[in-house]
């Protein structure tokens, strides 16, 4: 369940260039908070990933809401516990 909730959020991430110092910037609309930036596409990427991944247990672990991405509820793991 949370792989998949990973993989789907990714698919809505968006990117772009900084012109100014050549970096991208990699962010998730909808996941206040989840965003990279790196000197690649690739490591904006795997940065995103870690960045959402470090926030998707933060918010477990505080009880906080998860928004749910293609019918994917993580909330109901706080509420198993």
Request: some cysteine; overall charge negative.
């Amino acid at each position: 369940m949370l792989a998949s909730y990973i993989d789907q959020a990714m698919e809505l991430a968006v990117y772009e260039i900084i012109e100014e110092d050549q970096t991208y910037w990699g962010e998730i609309p909808g996941l206040q908070g989840v965003w990279a930036t790196h000197t690649t596409l690739e490591g904006c990427r795997r940065e995103l990933r870690e960045a959402l991944s470090d926030w998707i247990a933060l918010r477990l672990r505080l009880g906080l809401h998860i928004p749910v991405i293609a019918d994917i509820d993580l909330n109901q793991l706080t509420e198993a516990i």
